[in-house]
């Protein structure tokens, strides 16, 4: 059985964010990506004005019941000009910790929420070895803002979803498709993640260091048909497996379909981590040959009659354990890092987190500890490609005013994490 490092705390009930999708007014290569118009949804804009609302939201997090909170801080807002780093900006982001810690709530700090600033692609892309030490140097500097106010961070979110979606289907910044980027990208992410942990142990050596690995279940779309079965075992292998693998042997070998062949070696992964994250949402039905893709479909059914959530996504709690079983392969403490809904009514979110937590239940019955839960969102908030349309939170956000409300799921959420923290 893994022990959670906080013996005061040994256990986390929590909310997530992240800074781009709440804060507002942050001129990023995503901001310019707006501007290109390459996201479906309006721009981010003021987003839910959180840059200036953070006390706020860190009270209303307190009312959902929390003990941790999750939030990333702009890479764009602290070094605007490269090696230039902005004190206010920094200093903002302590006023949030300290304002946390008054609550007695622990603060989550991740480092890297998919945001750049507008001259990192430029100058330092992640294709070239000079982006670690770029993220490293950013990293100590706001590890030194913090220092001791700050006890757990998360160097690198979604790391895959980030390389994929940024350098094979060109979805995000910085919009490239290029298999072979793929390789040196996920390398050098991984090289960062080392790197960022060890300032971070030189700096603040009794810190909790983590990643959060999204993880998706995936299934065959016909029970009957092989070749679905083999995508979906090949998915998992490359989706799921080959981040836990990196993080357990300090290898990666994995496949993107037809034929990228994404692999590498870094020594210094196992041991960088003392927690393992997951964020889980969904599960993806695949079908191959595909109908609009030769190789294979991939597509979100409501094969349990659930329903889907406002965005599309199946509803599968059950998929969470045996994703947990795979991430526990890792030998380290679990968090869930972000589970949660699209779901503007409100309808379906309490019972969503009382399911999702029966199954952690269950999973830790069979001996796999979770030592934490962070809810995908507080707020409503910018959801990128599809800008303000999907709502996350457990407070709606009035678009115009940007008031928050609670929804009546803060109460089941409230409840729930009674019975999580025991
Ligand atoms: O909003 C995102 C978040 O930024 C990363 N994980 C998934 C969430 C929901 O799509």
Not at 137 to 153: K, N, P, Q
Not at 306 to 322: R, S
């Amino acid at each position: 059985m893994t022990r959670f490092p906080f013996a005061d705390r040994p256990r986390l009930w929590g909310t997530a964010v992240s800074h781009y999708q709440v804060e507002g007014g942050d001129l990023c290569d995503w901001t310019e990506w707006e501007r290109a118009g390459r996201t479906h949804g309006e721009p981010c804009g003021d987003a839910v004005g959180s840059w200036q609302r953070y006390e706020l939201d860190a009270h209303l997090a307190a009312a959902a019941g929390v003990n941790a909170f999750r939030f990333s801080v702009s890479w764009s807002r602290i070094e605007p000009v490269a090696g230039r780093y902005d004190d206010a900006a920094l200093e903002r982001y302590v006023r949030l910790v300290d304002e946390l810690r008054a609550l007695n709530i622990e603060p989550i700090v991740t480092l890297f929420h998919f945001t750049h600033p507008v001259w990192f692609h430029g100058t330092t892309p992640w294709t070239s070895p000079a982006s670690v030490d770029r993220f490293a140097a950013f990293t100590r500097r706001v590890v030194e803002a913090f220092g001791e106010s700050v006890r757990l961070y998360i160097t690198l979110n979604e790391p895959l979803v980030f390389a994929l979606a940024g350098f094979f289907d060109a979805q995000i910044p910085p919009g490239i498709a290029d298999g072979a980027s793929v390789a040196p990208v996920v390398d050098h992410l991984l090289a960062a993640h080392c790197a960022a942990a060890a300032a971070i142990r030189e700096l603040q050596p009794s810190a909790t260091i983590g990643i959060a690995h999204n993880m998706m279940a995936f299934a065959p779309e016909r029970r009957w048909n092989l070749l679905d079965h083999a995508l979906a075992r090949l998915a998992h292998r490359s989706y799921n497996r080959a981040m836990v693998e990196a993080f357990t042997t300090g290898r990666w070998d994995f496949l993107l379909p037809p034929r990228t062949r994404v692999r590498g070696r870094r020594d210094g992964l196992p041991g960088s981590l003392d927690l393992f994250g997951v964020n889980f949402y969904s599960r993806l039905h695949v079908r191959c040959p595909g109908r609009q893709r030769m190789i294979g479909d991939f597509a979100y059914l409501d094969m349990t009659g659930e329903g889907l959530t406002d965005n599309g996504w199946e509803i599968i709690p059950e998929e969470i354990g045996p994703l947990l079983k795979e991430a526990s392969r890792t030998n380290l403490p679990l968090v869930i890092t972000e589970n949660g809904l699209a779901d503007a009514s409100d309808r379906v979110r309490a019972s969503f987190i009382e399911s999702h937590l029966v199954e952690i239940e269950r999973a830790e019955s069979l001996g796999i500890a979770v030592h934490g839960y962070l809810h995908w969102s507080l707020l409503d908030n910018y959801e990128w490609l599809d800008g303000f349309g999907p709502r996350f939170g457990l407070y709606e956000v009035d678009r115009k005013t940007l008031a928050r409300t609670a929804r009546p799921s803060v109460e089941a959420f409230r409840r729930a994490g009674r019975r999580f923290l025991g």
